[in-house]
C-alpha cells in the first residue's frame, strides 16, 4: 500500500507541522495528516486537514459509522439492506448502483437492483449517504458514498478522471459562516474541483480533457 506523502512547510503567520498518520493512527494509513496552529504555540487547539491517497479518504477506518447512525435514529433494515449498508462502509472507491449490486451479490445472490436503489433512496433522504455525479467526468452515472465524521471536498483530474477527498477544518468554517449568516440549518454539502493532476501535468498528456457536461452542473 502506497505510503502518505509527508511535507512540512513554514509560513510567517503560522507553523505548520506535519506527521505521519500511518505511524500514529494505524487506521488512518492511507491519509496524509497535517495539523496547521493557527498560533506560533501548538499549545493550542489546531485544525487539521487532510487529502486521500486513493480514492476515499476513510476508506482504511474501522466500518460502523454508518450503521450506528442508523441505529441511532431508529431506522429498521432487512438483512438484505444491511449488507448493502456493509458494502457501503467498505468501499475502497466511489461506486455506483451496478458496482453495489455486483458486490452484493457476492454476499448474498439474492438481492435485487430494486432493492439496491430503494436502499439507496432510503439512506440518502435520511442524510446518511450522498449521491455524486463527480463533475460527470464518468458519464451520466451516480455514484453512493457514505458519510464520514466530516464532509469532504471531491477533487477530480479533468484528464485522467482520478478522483481523491480533501477535508479541512477551514471547510467545517466555512459552513458554519453560512449557517450563521444566511440563518440556515445545513443539511447536504457538496463540493466538487477539477483540474489537472500531477501526473497529468509531468506527462503532459496531449489528450483532449475529459469534458463535463455542463449542462448538468448546476
Known amino acids: 500500500m502506497k505510503s502518505p506523502e509527508v511535507h512540512a512547510a513554514r509560513r510567517p503567520e503560522a507553523d505548520i507541522f506535519a506527521f505521519d498518520a500511518a505511524a500514529k493512527f494505524p487506521a488512518a494509513n492511507a491519509t496524509l495528516a497535517i495539523i496547521h496552529f493557527v498560533s506560533d504555540s501548538p499549545a493550542q487547539t489546531p485544525f487539521t486537514y487532510r487529502s486521500s491517497v486513493g480514492e476515499r479518504i476513510n476508506e482504511h477506518e474501522p466500518p460502523g459509522h454508518l450503521q450506528r447512525e442508523i ?24 461506486m455506483d448502483a451496478e458496482e453495489i449490486l455486483e458486490r452484493a451479490q457476492k454476499i448474498d445472490p439474492n438481492i435485487t437492483r430494486v432493492t439496491v436503489y430503494r436502499t439507496m433512496d432510503l439512506l ?68 466538487e474541483v477539477g483540474g489537472l493532476c500531477k501526473d497529468c501535468r509531468r506527462e503532459g498528456r496531449a489528450a483532449a480533457p475529459l469534458q463535463p457536461d455542463a449542462s448538468r452542473i448546476g
Not at 441505529?71 to 466511489?94: F, N, S, Y
Not at 433522504?125 to 463533475?135: A, K, R, V
Not at 453560512?178 to 457538496?190: G, K, P, W
Request: hydrophobic share 35%; proline share 2%; aromatic share 4%.
Open 124 to 191: 440518502k433522504n435520511q442524510g446518511l449517504i450522498d449521491e455524486l455525479d463527480l463533475l460527470h467526468l464518468r458519464g451520466h452515472r451516480h455514484y453512493y458514498e457514505s458519510h464520514g465524521p466530516r464532509d469532504h471536498i471531491h477533487v477530480a483530474c479533468v484528464r485522467c478522471g482520478k478522483v481523491r477527498e480533501f477535508e479541512s477544518q477551514l471547510y467545517e468554517d466555512l459552513k458554519a459562516q453560512i449557517a450563521d449568516d444566511l440563518d440556515i440549518e445545513i443539511t447536504v454539502s457538496r463540493t
Open 71 to 94: 441505529k441511532k435514529r431508529g431506522i429498521r433494515l432487512t438483512r438484505q439492506r444491511m449488507v448493502l449498508v456493509e458494502v457501503l462502509e467498505g468501499a475502497p472507491r466511489h
